[in-house]
C-alpha cells in the first residue's frame, strides 16, 4: 500500500469532483485510485467477508475523508448531479462506494429523495456498517426535514420481516434520539416494549441501547414507562433483555429496573 501524498490527493480530489455530473467516469477514477492504495492482502473480498458483509477496499480513513472533503459540498451544489451519482455508486458491490452514495444522500439535502432510495436500499444491506451509515447520513434529510414521515418510516421498518429493515429502524431511532432525543421520545417509548420481543441480536443491541438513550434524556418517563410496564414483560418476555440493557443505566434507573424484576431469576441483586 503506497503512502498518501495529501497534497496530490487534494488535486486528484478536485479533478475528481469535476465528474460529478459523470457517473461512470466518476465510479472508474474512483476505482483506479482505491486499487492503487489499497493492500490486496488487507482488503475483505467476497470469500473472506464475514457473513452479511460487503468486499471492502481497507483504505485509510485520511483518503476518504479528503475525498468527502471536497464531494460532498459540490454534491450540495449540484444535487441534482449527486442523486445520480448516488444511484450510480449504490450499484457498485463495495463498501466504500456505497458508502459514499449514501454521504452523497445526506449532501444533496433532498428528504423525498432520500426517502425513496432507503426503501430500496435498506432492503440490500446485510452489511451493519452500512445500514449504520444509511442511519445516520443517508436518513439525515427525512430526520431533520420531514420528522413526521421519518417517524413513519421508522414504524413501517419495525414491521418488517427482513431483519435488516427492523436492524435500520432502531439505528434510525438511535440516531434521532442522539440528534434530537425531545422530538424522537415519544415514538421510543411507543416502540421500546417491541424490543423486547425482538429474536435478532442486533436489534436487541440497538434497542437496548434507544433504553440507554431514554435513561440519560428522559429518566422521569422513564420510571413511569417502567412503572405502567406490565408484569409479563419485566417478568418473563423482557427479563433478558432488561438484564442485558442494565450495565449502560445511571444508578437510579438501574435500581428501578431491578426493583421491577424478580432478583432470583436475572441473577442481579441490590449492592448493600
Keep these: 500500500m503506497p503512502s498518501i501524498d495529501l497534497d496530490a490527493l487534494r488535486r486528484w480530489s478536485q479533478t475528481l469532483g469535476d465528474q460529478i455530473a459523470e457517473p461512470q467516469a466518476f465510479a472508474a477514477a474512483l476505482k483506479g485510485q482505491f486499487e492503487s492504495h489499497s493492500n490486496r492482502l488487507l482488503r475483505r473480498g467476497r470469500s473472506l467477508a464475514r457473513h452479511g458483509a460487503l468486499p471492502s477496499w481497507n483504505i485509510p ?19 441534482e448531479a449527486a442523486l445520480r451519482l448516488a444511484d450510480h455508486l449504490w450499484a457498485i458491490p463495495w463498501l466504500e462506494e456505497k458508502s459514499l452514495a449514501a ?53 413501517t421498518w419495525l414491521g418488517e420481516r427482513s431483519p435488516a429493515g427492523r436492524r435500520f429502524a432502531w439505528l434510525a431511532l438511535r440516531e434521532w434520539m442522539d440528534e434530537t432525543p425531545s422530538s424522537a421520545a415519544l415514538l421510543a417509548f411507543e416502540v421500546l416494549a417491541r424490543g423486547m420481543r425482538e429474536d435478532d441480536p442486533e436489534c436487541v443491541r440497538s434497542s437496548q441501547a434507544v433504553f440507554a438513550q431514554l435513561a440519560a434524556s428522559q429518566p422521569a418517563e422513564l420510571l413511569r414507562w417502567l412503572d405502567d410496564l406490565p408484569d409479563r414483560d419485566t417478568l418473563f418476555i423482557g427479563r433478558r433483555w432488561l438484564r442485558g440493557a442494565l450495565p449502560s443505566l445511571p444508578p437510579e434507573i438501574r435500581d428501578a429496573v431491578r426493583a421491577r424484576m424478580a432478583p432470583d431469576e436475572v441473577g442481579v441483586h441490590r449492592e448493600g
Aim: cysteine-free.
Design 61 to 79: 480513513a485520511a483518503m476518504l475523508n479528503e475525498i468527502e472533503a471536497v464531494i460532498l459540498p459540490r454534491a450540495a451544489r449540484q444535487p
Design 103 to 155: 454521504r452523497l444522500l445526506e449532501a444533496a439535502a433532498r428528504p423525498e429523495a432520500s426517502h425513496m432510495r432507503l426503501a430500496r436500499w435498506v432492503l440490500q444491506t446485510p452489511d451493519r456498517s452500512l445500514l449504520e451509515i444509511l442511519a445516520r447520513h443517508a436518513a439525515r434529510p427525512v430526520r431533520r426535514e420531514s420528522p413526521d414521515l421519518f417517524r413513519q418510516e421508522i414504524l
